[in-house]
Structure formats: C-alpha cells, structure tokens
C-alpha cells in the first residue's frame, strides 16, 4: 500500500495512529507516568509528533501518534517500550487503535 503526502512538489510519508485506553490510575498519576517516558518517545525514530489525549469518556485516554513512514509505526509497534504501555497505564482492556493516511496538510511548519 503507497501512504503518500503530496505537498509542494516534495512526497512525504506520513501515517497517523490514534489509540485510546481505559486506564484504572487516576489522572494525575497517569500524567506523572507519561511525564516519566516522554523522553523514551522522544527517542522513537521516525516519530515525528506524539499528542496525549483524554476523551469525553471516564477514564479514557490516549495518544495521537503523527509517523513518518508505516515502517517506522512497526519497528515501534514491535518494541519494548509499545509493549510495555498496557502495565505502565493499567489498562483495563485492549486499547482500541487506528492507523490512518495523511493526505493532506493545512500547515506546512
């Protein structure tokens, strides 16, 4: 499948993923964890924004996730540090995920 973003001549890859969770922690503590790892995410090759979210929901949270390629999505997918989000959040069930295209950018900044 081809995930392309055309935008002033050049092509740009880019994939946004949107994962939401239930977590028992209450949200201060939940942040404090968040602040904990954000240098982790910092360090993701090829992320190239990530957004932390609560919903409308009680106890729901998540994260959007602005990639550079799909490639760089499962080479994240596939690490320690993905696999370890449902302890550090006590997430109560699987988290509910989408992976869509970028197909166009208001902003190019």
Not at 4 to 26: A, G, R, T, V
């Amino acid at each position: 499948m081809n995930r392309l973003l055309f935008l002033n001549q050049n092509i740009i890859h880019m994939i946004l993923q949107i994962i939401k969770l239930k977590s028992d922690l209450p949200e201060e503590e939940l942040l404090a964890r968040a602040k904990e790892r954000e240098s982790n995410f910092k360090s993701i090759p090829g992320l190239l924004q990530k957004y932390y979210i609560k919903t409308s929901k009680e106890g729901e949270y998540g994260g959007v996730y602005v990639w550079d390629s799909v490639q760089s999505l499962q080479s994240y997918q596939e690490s320690d540090l993905a696999i370890s989000i449902p302890s550090a959040y006590a997430i109560k069930a699987v988290p509910k995920t989408e992976i869509m295209d970028v197909i166009f950018q208001l902003r190019n900044e």
